[in-house]
């Protein structure tokens, strides 16, 4: 881009030829004269070119042309007297010529410039279509308006909403702040962005406000234009800036620069912003496989079913996202005894999946170290109370130990109001708590209970309260007691079987309660 109108170049061709024909034709001593302030030159005939004199003094017109230069016609005849009507034609005659061949040379002027600035544009379209890393796309685009618009320096910034700071992606020429710039501080490109309007400026003898060192020297001339995007739907917002500063032949930025720089600036929106779009996408794919890994590794942290002698168990975990909180374990202890827990994390998600996964190794160990119950929640709590305080959550948690010889069911419950044991007879007893929550139990805790159990028709049952709530309950029924008398309606059916019918009850409904993780453990005698 040049700065302004093109050169005056020397006498047009055509303008040449028309005094040519007049003094053919006429027989006429025609010369045209520059007349500036302190002298005047010939530019027609040439300079170095001999005339001879007229027989007359010539005849003087005074020529203004659109191009502001001071012309004066000469006309003198070779054959007698000169009339004034046919000077005052030659005079018509070649204003207009000249009037005509400024403006050739003036729209011939325009049209390159306009070739040039749709070159750059489908240059750039080329380049945000061919290249997907954003940096590279910019500076090569950079680069390019640099070079057509002779700017000294360039710098393309990005707004990151994160921080609320723009960020230089590409610069061209050397002196320009690395950045990142406060969006809200006084330097040019952040008065831009938060304005939202082009600033062109003049030098300054000194720097204008309170700029940050190398941002934009005022000294120099610049070009600073938002770079905006207007969504399908919804208003536009700015998302960066593209400064020029400087021209390289000592000219300033014109209304033109600024029109065509912002038609630059809105392709490189709508690429910003499908960079950014991309950039979200690719994390949102990511997180999904990150979380699709976590899901499967923590249902493979959960113990088989049917790896336990004496007893038959029915279990299944359904996270209300793809982790969760909730758990069950199932351990073969010495003496044939068989000891089952549940457990139900306070919140749900990946913080709770942390602490169920540390849960589930302690009681791993705990159990096979401690018969009793109580002892095995005791440790449990001191393991996990460090990690429960920080992330201020807590676990109710119920660990059983079935003796199929004794016929017994020991049992410490913290805080888990979801357990029960139900009779061959269908009564259902629940398993009170024996103590709080594990994390705000305290030291003095936990205590344990015993009762009897029959392998041959007595059901542990055991659910968190997700599953419950779940259910869309009967007029005058509890989610509690409709899932408890879907277990005693089926208490016949194999352990599988009656967690199947559970969670294909609640699989169609829609409960006003939000969704939490669901868990059901169904334990009975061999048979």
Known sequence: ?????????????????????????????????????????????????????????????????????????????????????????????????????????????????????????????????????????????????????????????????????????????DGGVPGPLDAESSAVTARVFREGRPLMALPEAEPVGEVPAGAIDQRETFLSVPIRYTPPEGEARTVGVINLIGRRHASRFTASDQKLLSAIATQVGAALENNRLIRQSLVRERMAREMELAHNLQMKLLPGVDRLEGVRVGARVEPAEMVGGDFYQLFQLSGGKVGVMIGDVSSH????????ALSMSAATIYAHSFSAPAQVLRFLDDALRGELESTEMYLTLFYGVLDPVAGTLTWSNAGHPHAFLVG????????????????????????????????EGDLVFLFTDGLSDAVVAEAGEKGEARVLRTVIENRRQDPDCIVDTLFEQVRGMRSPIPADDRTAVVLAGAG
């Open 349 to 356: 998600g990946f913080p709770a999946a942390l602490i169920m």
């Open 1 to 173: 881009m040049s700065a302004g109108r093109p050169p005056r170049s020397p006498l047009p061709e055509s303008v040449r030829e028309s005094l040519d024909d007049f003094a053919r034709s006429l027989d006429l001593d025609l010369s045209l004269w520059a007349r500036g302030e302190r002298a005047e030159r010939r530019i027609y005939p040439d300079p170095d070119t001999e005339v001879a004199e007229g027989v007359e003094v010539p005849l003087v017109r005074a020529l203004q042309t659109r191009d502001g230069s001071a012309l004066e016609l000469r006309v003198a005849s070779r054959n007698g007297p000169l009339a004034e009507p046919v000077v005052d034609l030659v005079a018509r005659t070649l204003s207009r010529s000249m009037d005509s061949a400024h403006e050739i040379r003036f729209f011939t002027y325009e049209l390159s410039e306009r070739y040039e600035e749709i070159n750059l544009l489908y240059s750039i379209s080329e380049t945000l279509g061919s290249i997907l890393r954003l940096d590279e796309a910019a500076r090569v685009i950079l680069g390019e308006v640099c070079d057509v618009m002779g700017a000294g320096r360039g710098s393309l910034w990005v707004h990151e909403p994160d921080d609320d700071k723009l960020h230089l992606v590409a610069s061209v020429g």
């Open 424 to 455: 061959a007879d269908g009564c259902a007893d629940r398993l009170r708590a024996t103590d709080p929550p594990v994390g705000i139990a305290g030291p003095d805790s936990y205590s344990q209970s015993t009762r009897p159990w029959n392998p």
